[in-house]
């Protein structure tokens, strides 16, 4: 099995788990009285989906670990293998009561996690929208399909690149918790793009794959690290995004250059057409 095998494995096993994370969707509206790693309340569709594809990723040969959002620590496969899957479950389900767009991302690293941007071989997301559609990033080209009601996957994109005149962009984080630096960029972006936040970064970031523009998670007053996590959705969506052809950023760099100190850190994030992505890091170098 090469490693493009291993990778090709590993979305096909999250494009069939796509149709039963959302027939599961319904029934699982309801708060468990638990707290994920880094505090948010956890739904019961969180738990189902991270439980769905831990079984079904670490059957994969040469999956060596999952790691996710949802559980403490890194769980080892039985035998040994030399990629590592990093996963948010269920991206944006506080969405789900409100029945609103959430996702599934990926990451496949070539190092144990918490691993570097750079260990990242592949990534892709699930989007669970009127259409369930699948976006994956690999050997520097990134493709769309449609996800069918079997799990299988009919391309329909093969070298998805940003468009080069931006339209849209969407913030996150209440404004009164915005640096005035990062405020001051937000006054300039809004007289040129059009506002779109839809509170599930999957989502958000897909509208600016689609249309081109900026999403942004910054670091807020109360919280200089963001509300995103690193290795589970700062890395692979930074990838994603990169290898279409655009930028992603901590604020001063590219998300891809950050190497995490432990599994569950969060950080600043921002992705979207360089142009952007530069004017960010201008902007909040002051
Ligand atoms: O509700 P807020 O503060 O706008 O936060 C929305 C952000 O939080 C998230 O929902 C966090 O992801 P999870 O749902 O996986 O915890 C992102 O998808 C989204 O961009
Ligand atoms: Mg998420
Ligand atoms: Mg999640």
């Given at each position: 099995m090469t490693a493009s095998d291993t990778v090709e494995a590993v979305f096909k096993a999250v494009a069939a788990s796509a149709p039963d994370v959302r027939d599961g969707l319904a029934g699982r509206r309801v708060y468990e009285s638990t707290d994920n790693p880094t505090g948010d309340r956890q739904l019961a569709a969180d738990v189902y989906a991270d439980e769905l594809l831990e079984e079904r990723l670490l059957?994969?040969?040469?999956?060596g670990g999952y790691a996710s959002e949802e559980r403490e620590s890194v769980i080892e496969a039985e035998a040994e293998g030399e990629y590592h899957v990093a996963c948010d479950?269920?991206?944006?389900?506080?969405n789900l009561r409100s029945n609103n767009t959430m996702g599934t991302l990926v990451g496949v690293y070539?190092?144990?996690?918490?691993?570097?941007?750079?260990?990242?071989?592949a990534s892709g997301f699930v989007l669970y929208g009127p259409i369930t559609t699948m976006v994956t990033a690999r050997e520097g080209t990134v493709t769309e399909s449609v996800i069918g009601d079997d799990g299988t996957r009919r391309t329909v994109e093969t070298d998805l690149t940003l468009p080069g005149a931006p339209t849209v962009y969407g913030f996150g984080g209440r404004v009164p918790q915005w640096s005035g630096e990062f405020a001051g960029y937000v006054e300039t972006v809004a007289e040129e793009l059009k506002l779109r936040y839809g509170g599930a970064m999957i989502g958000d970031v897909n509208q600016v794959l689609t249309y081109g523009g900026i999403f942004g998670y910054p670091g807020l007053?109360?919280?200089?690290?963001?509300?995103?996590?690193?290795?589970?959705?700062g890395h692979p969506i930074a990838h994603i995004v990169e290898t279409a052809g655009g930028g992603s950023s901590d604020?001063?760099?590219?998300?891809?250059?950050s190497v995490p100190e432990s599994l569950h850190e969060r950080t600043p994030l921002f992705v979207g057409n360089e142009e952007y992505v530069d004017r960010l890091e201008a902007a909040l170098s002051g």
């Open positions: 059957e994969i040969k040469r999956v479950p269920l991206d944006g389900s506080s070539e190092e144990p996690l918490p691993a570097a941007g750079r260990d990242l071989v007053e109360d919280r200089p690290e963001g509300k995103l996590r690193l290795l589970f959705e604020g001063e760099r590219s998300l891809l250059e």
